[in-house]
């Protein structure tokens, strides 16, 4: 499963936060939409002090490559949604 729609848009914190509530919602059950916008937010409170852009632009792309990976880990066989 390719990352969703506009993750090649995402530069700014805000952008990926969104992104990734985005990406929660594509979860197969509420328990593991919620663990994960849990995740996200703790994430957030975590780096908010961040003000290096390089290393801001490493936690985007980073962060785009784990919802990614964690879209694949939950997709159904045969391609089912």
Not at 5 to 28: I, S
Not at 36 to 41: D, F, G, L, P, S
Request: hydrophobic letters at 35%; one cysteine or more.
């Amino acid at each position: 499963m390719a990352p969703l729609p506009g993750a090649e848009l995402v530069q700014r914190p805000l952008q990926l936060y969104r992104y990734l509530l985005r990406c929660c919602r594509q979860l197969p059950t509420k328990g593991i939409q919620e663990h994960y916008k849990h995740a996200v937010r703790q994430n957030f409170l975590v780096h908010a002090d961040e003000d290096d852009p390089q290393r801001i632009r490493q936690i985007i792309q980073r962060a785009i490559e784990d919802a990614d990976w964690i879209l694949n880990k939950y997709k159904k066989p045969n391609g089912e949604s």
